[in-house]
């Protein structure tokens, strides 16, 4: 089993949609969450960095952590079509998922 | 301010031989750390640096090593290169040892045939 998985999609959703992102992980020592956005063939991009339980938001994302569940979320409102790329969830111990690919359509 | 800068963009090189990626870090920024990424997969770790000493080391054979000049600008090296080893290799800058707010470089893509 994989210590972090990730749906890797691809998730299509129409311009204007709540979009929602998930991870679990296995390993109860994580403490911290990163979500990174990464264009095609570009570095990842640090979009939201949380620490422990609890909500994060920061314009139109908002990240969520559930460690009781092991579940960690990225939520984007009013979702437009410069969204479109893949999200990766990151732990501590530089652990990341595999991504998971959002298209936001016209 | 500059970002994470990382040399070559691409490369292509033959099985058996070696490679050396750059990376220049965020100004300010003292610790370095390298990940491969292949296609369709997340980052893994390889290594990371702080004030030039290897501070972690992820599952990859000795034929790869790293080191962290004065600057703070760092090598990635690849020795006896395998068609595995073809990926986008990232580097990260953080500010400081212990946290793991990053920033990524736009890559250097190798391609081994």
């Known amino acids: 089993q994989k210590e972090v998985e990730q749906d890797p999609g691809p998730l299509s959703v129409p311009e204007g949609a709540i979009v929602s992102l998930n991870c679990t992980y296995s390993?109860?020592?994580?403490?911290?969450f990163m979500w990174y956005r990464q264009y095609s063939r570009k570095g990842p991009e640090l979009l939201m960095y949380?620490?422990?339980?609890g909500n994060k938001e920061d314009g139109r994302f908002t990240a969520q952590v559930d460690k009781s569940s092991k579940y960690i979320s990225l939520f984007i409102r009013d979702s437009q079509p410069s969204d479109s790329a893949t999200y990766l969830c990151?732990?501590?111990?530089?652990?990341f998922g595999t991504g998971t690919q959002l298209k936001v359509e016209l | 301010d500059a970002g994470v800068t990382q040399s070559p963009t691409h490369l292509i090189k033959t099985r058996g031989q070696h490679v050396t990626l750059r990376c220049s870090p965020i100004?300010?920024?003292?610790?370095v750390s390298w990940y491969q990424q292949v296609l369709g997969q997340g980052p893994q770790f390889i290594f990371q640096?702080?004030?030039?000493?290897?501070?972690g080391r992820g599952n990859f054979p000795d034929r790869f090593s790293a080191r962290q000049f004065p600057n703070y600008s760092s090598e990635l090296n690849v020795n006896a290169l395998l068609l595995g080893d073809s990926a986008l290799y990232l580097c990260?800058?953080?500010?400081?040892?212990?946290?793991?707010?990053?920033?990524f470089g736009p890559g250097t893509r190798l391609t081994v045939t």
């Open positions: 990260a800058s953080s500010a400081r040892q212990g946290t793991y707010e990053q920033y």
């Open positions: 390993n109860s020592a994580f403490q911290y």
């Open positions: 949380t620490y422990s339980s």
């Open positions: 990151a732990m501590d111990k530089l652990t």
């Open positions: 100004s300010g920024h003292k610790s």
């Open positions: 640096y702080y004030e030039k000493e290897e501070r």
